[in-house]
């Protein structure tokens, strides 16, 4: 059964730097897409990094570019997400997910269909 578990969320000030850590299953597949999700109080949940570990591709959008960077360790089959000069529109819960099926790895949150229980970040300004 695949499990997510994620951690590493808390409060920084503004400028300050996160890392998020999603902690998979043994029985999860370590050669699927995998991703970052946040949603803010009264805001949609949005993507904000995709990985296919089996070519190193990463994706992130242009609001957490050079900010954000995606990564995985597959024999630990953990996935990360260093957070740099945080800002306080960053304040979200975060969410690591897995797509299980085949097809192009996007943010595309509908594609995703495992889910950890999120883990709270907030930045203070």
């Known amino acids: 059964q695949v499990q997510l578990v994620e951690s590493g969320g808390g409060s920084v000030q503004t400028g300050g730097s996160l890392r998020l850590s999603c902690e998979a299953s043994?029985?999860?597949?370590?050669?699927?897409?995998m991703g970052w999700f946040r949603q803010a109080p009264g805001k949609e949940r949005e993507g904000v990094a995709v990985?296919?570990?089996?070519?190193?591709?990463?994706y992130v959008p242009d609001s957490v570019k050079g900010r954000f960077t995606i990564s995985k360790d597959i024999a630990k089959n953990t996935l990360y997400l260093q957070m740099n000069s945080l800002k306080p529109e960053d304040t979200a819960m975060y969410f690591c997910?897995?797509?299980?099926?085949?097809?192009?790895?996007?943010?595309?949150?509908?594609?995703?269909?495992?889910w950890g229980q999120g883990t709270q970040v907030t930045v203070s300004p």
């Open positions: 997910a897995l797509k299980s099926s085949r097809g192009f790895c996007s943010p595309n949150e509908d594609a995703f269909d495992y």
């Open positions: 043994a029985y999860t597949p370590s050669s699927k897409c």
């Open positions: 990985i296919y570990p089996v070519s190193g591709y990463t």
